[in-house]
């Protein structure tokens, strides 16, 4: 029975479903090699690092600006209205260095910070925000009308310990 072998097929069978597990592994082997080399070159991780980037661009941008930046975009004039209390024009503008001592701004209600300032007088104090001081700029960076710088000192200074009276009202005066 051994020495029976089909002569049509001596070594066909054997060799056809060995080229056949060939033909099949490698159906599946070529096109995933491929999938994996196209994956890896336009892949996430390439696209990954560039978000990185931009997000790293970014974040260097936010740490660069300007302190004053939002102050400056909220000084808007009051629109030739009533003039702003003395405390809307400090949390409007002031309060943006002066709330957190920002750039060595003396801080809102620091006694210690403001009783040598007061002891320099309102018309220095007030010359000192119209024109600005050191790191201030010049009306905090933005107000437009003296009355309002002069209510929001008094406004600051007076948090601060100061007794100055609120300055007379450009509108009363006229
Ligand atoms: C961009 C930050 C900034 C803003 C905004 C700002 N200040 Fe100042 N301010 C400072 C700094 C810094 C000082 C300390 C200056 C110094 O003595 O070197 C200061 C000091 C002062 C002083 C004391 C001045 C003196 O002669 O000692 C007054 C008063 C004052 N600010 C009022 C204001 C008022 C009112 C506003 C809003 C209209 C304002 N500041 C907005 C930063 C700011």
Same mark, same amino acid.
């Given at each position: ?8 097929? $001596? ?5 056809? $479903? ?27 991780? $390439? ?11 970014? +974040? ?9 930046? *939002?102050?400056?975009?909220? +000084?808007? $004039? ?17 309060? +943006? ?45 933005? *107000? ?9 000192? *008094? ?14 009202? +450009?509108?009363?005066?006229?």
């Amino acid at each position: 029975m051994s020495d029976h072998a089909d002569p049509t097929a $001596p070594e066909g069978p054997a060799k056809t $479903p060995r080229s056949m597990t060939q033909t099949v592994v490698l159906a599946f082997l070529v096109p995933l090699t491929l999938l994996l080399l196209v994956a890896g070159y336009f892949g996430a991780q $390439p696209r990954m690092d560039a978000a990185g980037d931009a997000f790293e661009e970014q +974040a260097i941008a936010l740490r660069l600006q300007p302190v004053g930046r *939002v102050a400056l975009a909220d +000084a808007a $004039p009051a629109g030739g209205g009533e003039p702003r209390s003395g405390e809307q024009v400090y949390q409007a503008v002031c309060s +943006a260095c002066h709330a957190a001592g920002t750039l060595g701004a003396p801080k809102f209600g620091d006694k210690a910070a403001w009783a040598p300032r007061i002891a320099l007088g309102y018309d220095t104090l007030l010359n000192s925000a119209l024109k600005g001081k050191n790191a201030m700029p010049a009306q905090g960076g933005g *107000v437009t009308s003296d009355e309002e710088i002069g209510r929001a000192v *008094v406004y600051l200074a007076n948090a601060g310990g100061g007794k100055f009276a609120e300055p007379p009202s +450009a509108a009363a005066a006229n």
